[in-house]
């Protein structure tokens, strides 16, 4: 009996040591997998990403975080958590402890504070970047928190009368440009120079001119004009970058038809939309007041990328051409649901999202189809066609409804020169652009298989037709000759 009480008491320690070596685990999910077929209807499917914990700074020693606005994963994989209600950033490292924290900085012999700052971004030399929203300027600091300058509003003889500068996001790309995401700017994103001159606006949101209402407007009187709703571009709310350059960006108005661009260096929206629907949240709410509204967006590896949806609490995740790849998350109380999420982040396979309402990030791991979908992707976007194709089949072994890993089995054929079986794949995952690639490819394949027989076939029925023509011609001619 005591041997017994004591294996007992050795196999408790154990597991107490296990789970506290690794506080995150993941666990069963609040909510169910679903995706969206051709034909635009909801389907189930196995989930992608389930909850693995959250963490609010409690456990870390650090007190509960506050009304905590934004997040970023620097490239040596620290997490800097911009903590507004508590007025600091909070550094976490992957194991989750504290690196530091920032609660203000010293600037000409004097302690300043942020005031509700909404974003920041972290360079790869770890610079750190703040939106200090209410102190309508961005923040430069080093990676310890000194104090290397600030960048109040742009200067410029193109900047309408009246305009007011309250950032709310920043990044910054490698030759050290900096933009700047502004609350109520409706002419684009602020672009600056690495010394913080203004330098433009960048991809202002077109405005969709409805005929009928400006017939309207032009009826009416000034009064109600007034009332009616005026054609003016939609700001942008959020931007991130890639590893080539280009901005990502998201809008969350309901009228925006493109909520998610993709903008190159002069501004031009080049997102591919290739998938069946475009990149933009729910379909089945599309225009409805329960449409996405998309407040974040994050650019992971292989031109994959991944936005939040403020309103359904949901993430939704596009490979390079914009096919939805996987859908997770929900609004709600339990782990693994939000009330006010504001930000994503990803770091490895992992995603984090930010609550606000809820002081807390939340912790995603793939399961075993979402990992296939991500090896899937990366393998089929690195090239190794063989290793992808089969990681593709093992998902249809999960679900074999799956219509990307038709897809994805196609694409994989359709570069190995299989172009028949490439077109059946393709047919089954309804993707017409590709199918129409691999028609191509095969039908000039049928053309260089058959067309020496086809000449030969074609000279020989030319020839024969010719001689018998010419024998036609001469027999004739000898009966003609006979009969006079």
Request: cysteine-free; overall charge neutral.
């Amino acid at each position: 009996m005591k041997l017994i009480k004591s294996i007992s008491k050795v196999v408790l320690v154990l597991t107490t040591v296990s789970l506290l070596a690794s506080p995150l685990q993941a666990g069963a999910a609040p909510y169910e997998g679903y995706s969206y077929s051709y034909w635009g209807d909801s389907v189930s499917t196995p989930n992608a990403y389930t909850p693995a914990g959250t963490i609010d700074g409690t456990e870390q020693g650090i007190g509960k975080l506050l009304e905590p606005s934004d997040m970023y994963v620097a490239e040596d994989g620290l997490l800097y958590v911009l903590d507004a209600g508590n007025g600091r950033i909070v550094v976490f490292d992957q194991d989750w402890r504290v690196v530091r924290e920032i609660r203000g900085f010293v600037r000409d012999g004097k302690n300043e504070k942020f005031n509700s700052p909404q974003g920041i971004y972290v360079t790869k030399h770890n610079h750190i970047y703040i939106a200090d929203t209410e102190n309508r300027r961005v923040v430069e600091l080093t990676g310890e928190g000194d104090f290397v300058r600030d960048i109040g509003a742009p200067k410029s003889d193109v900047i309408r009368a009246g305009f007011e500068y309250y950032p709310i996001k920043v990044s910054v790309d490698h030759a050290g440009r900096i933009y700047v995401v502004g609350r109520g700017v409706f002419d684009g994103i602020i672009e600056l120079d690495a010394e913080g001159n203004f330098t433009g606006f960048m991809g202002t949101n077109r405005v969709k001119f409805d005929a009928w209402d400006y017939f309207w407007k032009k009826m009416s009187t000034k009064e109600q004009r007034s009332k009616l709703e005026q054609f003016v571009p939609l700001e942008f709310n959020n931007v991130d970058l890639d590893s080539e350059g280009f901005l990502y960006t998201t809008t969350s108005e309901l009228t925006s038809s493109d909520p998610i661009k993709r903008l190159n260096p002069v501004g031009e929206d080049v997102l591919r939309r290739q998938g069946y629907w475009f990149p933009r949240g729910d379909i089945y709410s599309m225009g409805s007041s329960e449409s996405s509204l998309l407040i974040d967006v994050k650019v992971g590896e292989n031109g994959v990328y991944s936005a939040l949806d403020s309103r359904k609490g949901r993430v939704f995740t596009y490979d390079q051409d914009g096919n939805l790849l996987y859908i997770f998350g929900r609004m709600g109380e339990q782990e693994g649901t939000f009330r006010t999420p504001v930000a994503l982040e990803r770091r490895g396979d992992d995603f984090l999202v930010l609550d606000k309402a809820m002081n807390r990030i939340s912790v995603f791991k793939p399961t075993r189809y979402g990992a296939l979908i991500n090896e899937a992707n990366h393998l089929l976007f690195s090239g190794k066609y063989d290793e992808a194709e089969q990681k593709w089949k093992d998902l249809l072994k999960l679900d074999s409804n799956n219509e990307i890993a038709y897809v994805g089995i196609g694409k994989v054929m359709l570069r190995q020169g299989e172009n028949k079986q490439a077109l059946e794949y393709l047919k089954l995952g309804y993707d017409r652009e590709y199918y129409s690639k691999a028609f191509g490819k095969y039908r000039k394949e049928i053309v260089r298989e058959y067309f020496g027989t086809g000449m030969t076939i074609v000279i020989v029925l030319g020839v024969a037709l010719v001689g018998f023509s010419f024998l036609r011609r001469r027999a004739r001619g000898k009966v003609n000759a006979d009969v006079t």
